[in-house]
């Protein structure tokens, strides 16, 4: 225990910074000596455990590209790793072995490993050394409340830097990828006779390639609770390292019938069998923490000199967060001593079951005490849950671990003499059918539910109450019924919150260079924009709420891909009673024309377009944008899309009074927000809407100076993240997704001079 918390301490102090890296290694080098001196080993050891933790944590840190060097372009040397393969770009990690800025002015950051898109790229091959180069930059994505943390995943996948591949100066193939197992079964794969799933199958269960399934088939996984089936973690290594210890005891018993029991190397023969599992399958983070796990679980059950199983299970936490400092960022690390944990507390002290009925009984009695914590972390961890994942997996975990997985092994081992591993290959393939159809069957039946974010907590403490009402041992039947039935009860009767009278909430979504604004208020829910297309397809719309949402109103400002990128989005997954554009624009929706003078009201307040005038067919296509002007209970929101200074010369005298916040015309374009705009407006908040390094320079210094001097407080989505401004009776409360600490502080590059954040 003092060893787990220790790494855990370093972990933290290497977050939150102070000591270089020198530093690090001088104290480790000091605790080194002190247990040589004091012949006391272990709190020495939990030092230095503390130490390289930190100093793991800190080069992490160190490596990932700053602000300063984004869109400078580097010469890499480095090995290609997760290949990702589709019909316009490839997707892959490069391990860093040798770097140089093609830039004078730039330096290289001391990365490791960097994610890199490759436009029109050759032939690549996990494990292929390149040189290339690449335009980086630093390793953010969009930051709005309430969906994936894209930052979060880059920094606990170790990933310092995402950027894409140039052609000058030209790649140049290195060196061909080393022989391994995995690259070997992997290539081999295509001239296996599987159908196309039972193949991508095959390579997730056996070798550990996820990379080999398809969106589809990690959207049925999810769906039904099955995720874990399909990465080598603790289920596939625990059943590799059962069965070579079965067999090697066996074999023990052979050679030495009178003292088989009594025999080490089974033991070490299971956990070398664990690690080499791990191996094959690529050493990924999830193999890596279940060998480990699973070698301290042989030594606990051994009973040579072996620790408890609470001992074990805090040797195994430290021996992980030491091998993989980034560890504790990672969910799985948590749901993975969680469920051990939970299984410790659930057969501390019970008999170990006999027969078939007893293994049954003992399967279902820790699902019954599993499954509601485990639900709950995975609700808190993901944001979703598979309503009945416990029954399916109840049936499928056996089928799978007992049956698939070795058929799988047998059928690699026969490989060389295809007619006996088609004994092994057919009745695999047809088991994937059928527990592809069943779970398919049982998505349609139960779907993956997303619940709202004000959902999730109370869910989740409902989840894990039950557990431990259940879980805790020596508690009579009467004593555990009765809280468990208020807790029922509790969570029926749970009401979503509703917000206040005469409240709005605004939020400006992080959408790179585009805009999407959304408005709630008691009564109403509206868009005004849907956000942007890329030219890959991609469309950020997809990423802000989970399918089935309901708008009362969406307005679509003008047509520009920018504004209008989202609605193919909007019309597949979510309801809209009203949509709203302006006259002139060719989209494809049935859409109301918002006029200036038009408006419409709730007990709340009004909601009122200033532009455009009746004749917008007959101007430009930024002049056509729709401008709306909200008043709430007295504050007011004025949203003014793409709309030129010409334009604002027109409505912007009719303001009258101050406004409380302002969206800036055009992402902060010169050619908005011109001074009698923001004379007439005089905003208390001003929010730009813009790509983190977008080429048209996004807000203009000018603009953003012009706001400051007016007293305006200034925020951007491209800095700042997404931002929420509550506007209600108690005044106006401004947050942004991307705050300060734990690193999540952006600075502000010399591109966007003026800008600030706001504590």
């Known amino acids: 225990m003092p060893m787990a918390l220790a790494a855990l301490l370093g972990v933290g102090c290497g977050a939150v910074g102070g000591l270089t890296l020198l530093g690090f290694e001088a104290l480790a080098l000091v605790g080194l000596l002190l247990a040589l001196w004091r012949r006391a080993p272990w709190p020495a050891l939990a030092m230095i455990a503390a130490f390289h933790c930190a100093h793991g944590v800190e080069a992490a840190s160190a490596g990932r590209v700053p602000t300063a060097l984004a869109g400078h372009d580097f010469r890499l040397v480095g090995t290609v790793e997760q290949l990702d393969v589709d019909a316009r770009r490839s997707r892959f990690r490069l391990r860093v072995r040798a770097c140089r800025a093609l830039d004078e002015e730039a330096v290289c950051p001391p990365f490791t490993l960097v994610r890199l898109s490759w436009y029109g790229a050759p032939a690549l091959v996990n494990g292929e050394r390149w040189a290339l180069s690449a335009r980086l930059r630093e390793p953010l994505g969009f930051a709005n409340p309430d969906t994936f943390d894209y930052d979060a995943w880059l920094w606990r996948e170790g990933i310092q830097a995402l950027g894409y591949v140039r052609d000058s100066p030209p790649a140049k193939r290195e060196a061909p990828a080393s022989f391994t197992l995995r690259h070997q079964a992997l290539g081999q794969l295509e001239a296996v006779s599987l159908s196309p799933r039972a193949k991508r199958w095959l390579a997730a269960l056996t070798l550990g390639a996820g990379d080999r399934l398809t969106d589809e088939d990690w959207a049925l996984f999810n769906a039904t609770g099955t995720t874990h089936l399909m990465v080598i973690s603790g289920l596939h290594i625990g059943l590799i390292a059962t069965l070579a210890l079965l067999l090697l005891r066996r074999a023990a018993r052979l050679v030495s019938p009178w003292h088989w029991r009594m025999a080490a190397w089974p033991w070490w023969g299971a956990g070398a069998a664990a690690f080499g599992y791990a191996a094959l399958a ?87 005490l599993l499954a509601p914590l485990m639900a709950a972390a995975v609700l808190l961890a993901f944001g979703r849950l598979a309503p009945i994942s416990p029954l399916v997996n109840l049936v499928v975990v056996p089928l799978v671990s007992s049956v698939m997985v070795p058929l799988g092994f047998l ?36 779907p993956l539910w997303t619940p ?27 004593t555990r019924l009765l809280p468990a039935l208020m807790l029922i009860v509790l969570m029926v009767t749970l009401q979503p919150p509703r917000l206040g009278e005469k409240t709005l909430i605004v939020t400006v979504h992080d959408v790179g260079q585009g805009q999407l604004v959304e408005l709630r208020t008691r009564y109403r829910r509206v868009l005004i924009d849907t956000g942007p297309r890329f030219v890959s397809g991609f469309m950020p719309a997809a990423l802000q709420w989970p399918p089935g949402q309901q708008f009362d109103d969406v307005v679509v400002t003008h047509s520009d891909i920018d504004h209008a990128g989202g609605i193919e989005e909007l019309l597949r997954e979510h309801h809209v009673s009203r949509w709203w554009a302006p006259r002139g624009n060719e989209l494809a929706i049935d859409s109301q024309r918002c006029l200036a003078g038009e408006q419409w009201q709730d007990p709340d307040g009004t909601w009122q377009f ?19 002007l909200i008043t709430i209970g007295g504050h007011r929101v004025l949203i003014t899309g793409d709309a030129s200074a010409a334009r604002e010369a027109i409505f912007a005298p009719g303001l009258g009074s101050p406004v409380d916040l302002l969206v800036a015309g055009h992402h902060g374009s010169e050619t908005s927000s011109s001074p009698l705009l923001v004379e007439a407006a005089r905003p208390r908040e001003v929010v730009f809407s813009s790509g983190r390094g977008n080429p048209f320079g996004h807000p203009a210094p000018s603009v953003v100076a012009r706001f400051i001097a007016a007293g305006s407080r200034v925020w951007n989505t491209a800095y700042d993240g997404a931002i929420r401004v509550t506007l209600s009776p108690d005044g106006v409360r401004v947050q942004s997704q991307r705050h300060p600490g734990w690193g999540r502080r952006m600075a502000v590059d010399a591109h966007a001079v003026g800008v600030e954040s706001s504590p």
């Open 452 to 478: 709202a974010p004000w959902w999730r907590w109370p869910v989740a403490s409902g989840l894990l109450i039950w557990g431990m009402i259940w879980l805790v041992p020596g508690l009579a039947l009467r």
């Open 282 to 368: 690529g050493f990924g983070p999830p193999a890596l923490r279940a060998a480990i796990m699973a070698c301290v679980g042989l030594w606990a059950a051994s009973g040579r000199h072996a620790p408890g199983w609470w001992q074990a299970w805090w040797l195994a936490l430290a021996l992980i967060v030491i091998a993989d400092p980034l560890a504790p960022w990672r969910p799985g690390l948590w749901l993975s001593f969680g469920a051990v944990a939970v299984l410790i507390i659930a057969w501390s002290g019970r008999p170990r079951p006999r027969g078939l009925r007893g293994w049954l009984l003992a399967l279902l009695r820790t699902q019954w």
């Open 411 to 446: 059928g690699w081992l026969a490989n060389p003499w295809p007619a006996i591993a088609a004994w092994a290959w057919w009745p695999f393939d047809q088991l994937v059918q059928v527990v592809a159809a069943f779970l398919s069957w049982v998505s349609t039946q139960a």
């Open 610 to 628: 200033l532009s455009p005038p009746p004749h917008a067919e007959r101007l430009e296509r930024n002049d056509r944008s729709c401008v709306m």
